[in-house]
């Protein structure tokens, strides 16, 4: 402590040390060591060149993946290349190689990025996922849950029997094995649904709470995961859309699918001429540029879900208090999405609905996409990765296993039309992202005759708020830590078990009417 003030060494003393830890301290102690433990390693200068090495590289991933023939068949989005990039680029593997050669005095010991840069990396995923979650239905259509309902009920079942089984064989394998052989943290038991049903955005924004929650090395495996999902769902679906061709499931199938964006637009009504017109004269009147309108709204949403997240959090210590706290590790992007959805629905009650280009809001969402998925993967551990490799393994074996078998089982059973097409897409999304499972579905139906892609868009209303990255995916680590493994999985099958049967109902209520008629 040479140098340091004695009240700043004693404060710092009286904050570490274990035996002093329970000890009553004085506001100074709390005040000197706020001010030196908590002093920002980055500032405003340093985010800026953070960004702007993250454009380069998403330009430089771009340039890769259009020149290298392997990347366009599995459809990877270049930020995942990218995020690739900088991780070989940083420390671990480049600044590893440096050292192994040249010693730690090398220039390149820690890779091409600074740790200040490196730091703001690691911090973006958390705060820009939020505005990726809060403009997801931004601009969409808003049926009522009814009409969701009838419409698209077998996608909906399909779609949470998928997600809920995740958590099933994640537990049971976590369980049963992971547990007892490699003492792995319960919390394990959500990174599938985590990895596989949220992807990278969702892997990336859980990073806070898992380490939170005594699980850091959770986020390591989630993004392994996430990948492991992407890039298998890809070859999965392609291989089955192969195989569907061959048994006579798929009529038709596109070997040149046109590679959705990242936010794929899933509002089914198109943007009519009176739109339009009514934007052009709510605009007309206002001397801001329609961007920052539309990321006014999104603002708007954000902070929305944030009172909503404070006052449930509120409401949790009036009623439960410390011997009930799961709100408290809920990450704020899952009420961004619910405050998008109340945002979009009282923006149409006033009337100001066409104020939100959808286009717009989906170009704000994808741009924050890449920043999480690129600094998350740039800021993923490989060294924890190869400490859990048996884990990792285990649980992305045991994800695609899961994922394919149902297609091919329950798939069949609950689309009495265009099973296949169908299904392809909730397995798609399953396994990576929204965008994999819309591609999968171009794939096997590229002139849109089965209309899958309606049903699919219908569904994310009922899925996206809860699984896939919605309120129950983001509670879940703190429902095992709070409750244990074992209440999580007997949930977690009990609702399973509930979409099985609603399932094997409606299955039983159409038969009834094809009798009937």
Same mark, same amino acid.
């Given at each position: ?18 035996? *002093?830890?329970? !000890? ?108 990726? %979650? #809060? ?24 779609? !949470? ?26 919390? $394990? ?31 390591? *495996?989630?993004?392994?995961? $996430? ?7 890809? @070859? ?43 934007? $052009? ?13 539309? %990321? ?44 998008? @959805? @109340? ?38 551990? *490989?060294?924890?990765? &190869? ?35 169908? &299904? ?27 209309? #899958? ?16 990255? &919605?309120?129950?995916?983001?509670? #879940? ?5 709070? %409750? ?21 109902? *409606? ?11």
């Amino acid at each position: 402590m040479h140098g340091v003030p004695s009240r700043v060494a004693i404060a710092l003393m009286c904050l570490t040390d274990r035996h *002093l830890y329970d !000890q009553p301290r004085s506001w100074w102690v709390w005040l000197i060591a706020a001010i030196h433990l908590r002093k920002p390693v980055f500032n405003l200068r340093d985010a800026l060149f953070a960004y702007v090495l993250l454009a380069l590289l998403l330009l430089l991933g771009r340039a890769i993946k259009h020149r290298v023939r392997w990347f366009q068949r599995l459809y990877l989005p270049a930020s995942i290349i990218a995020g690739a990039l900088a991780l070989l680029l940083g420390p671990q593997v480049l600044g590893a190689i440096a050292t192994s050669v040249a010693g730690s005095e090398s220039p390149l010991a820690n890779g091409l990025f600074t740790e200040p840069i490196r730091t703001v990396w690691s911090q973006s995923p958390g705060v820009f996922i939020n505005i990726v %979650f #809060a403009a997801l239905f931004l601009g969409e259509t808003i049926p009522r849950p009814r009409d969701i309902w009838e419409k698209a009920a077998p996608q909906v079942i399909f779609g !949470q029997t998928l997600a809920w089984g995740q958590y099933v064989v994640g537990g049971l394998v976590t369980l049963l094995i992971l547990g007892p052989l490699f003492g792995i943290n319960p919390i $394990a038991a959500c990174l599938i649904e985590i990895g596989f049903e949220g992807g990278h955005g969702t892997a990336g924004g859980m990073v806070d709470t898992l380490n939170e929650l005594g699980f850091a090395e959770g986020a390591d *495996l989630a993004l392994g995961l $996430a990948t492991v999902g992407i890039v298998s769902g890809i @070859i999965c679906g392609t291989a089955l859309a192969d195989w569907g061709r061959r048994k006579g499931h798929v009529e038709e199938l596109a070997r040149n699918v046109v590679e959705p964006e990242e936010i794929p637009d899933l509002n089914v009504l198109a943007e009519t001429p009176d739109i339009r017109r009514q934007r $052009a004269r709510l605009m007309s009147n206002l001397l801001v540029d329609p961007l920052s309108i539309n %990321f006014a709204i999104v603002g708007m949403a954000i902070a929305l879900g944030w009172l909503i997240l404070e006052g449930l959090q509120l409401l949790e210590a009036l009623t439960w208090g410390p011997s009930f706290e799961v709100m408290t590790y809920v990450p704020l992007f899952p009420m961004a999405l619910i405050g998008g @959805i @109340i945002t979009q629905s009282v923006l149409n009650r006033l009337g100001l609905g066409s104020l939100v280009i959808r286009p717009m809001m989906q170009n704000i969402a994808g741009v924050a996409l890449d920043v999480v998925v690129i600094a998350a993967l740039a800021s993923i551990s *490989l060294q924890v990765i &190869g400490n859990n490799l048996g884990s990792f393994l285990i649980l992305s074996i045991v994800g695609i296993l899961w994922n394919v078998l149902m297609f091919l089982w329950f798939a069949p059973r609950i689309f009495s039309q265009y099973w296949f097409e169908k &299904g392809i897409g909730d397995m798609g999304q399953s396994m990576g992202v929204t965008a994999t499972g819309i591609l999968l579905l171009r794939m096997v139906d590229p002139s849109g005759r089965s209309g #899958a892609f309606e049903s699919f868009a219908y569904k994310q209303l009922f899925f996206e708020p809860i699984v896939g990255g &919605g309120l129950f995916t983001a509670a #879940a680590p703190a429902l095992v830590v709070r %409750f244990g493994l074992i209440p999580v999985l007997l949930l977690t099958t009990g609702l399973l078990i509930f979409w099985l049967v609603a399932g094997f109902l *409606l299955i039983r209520q159409r038969g009834q009417r094809s009798l009937m008629a």
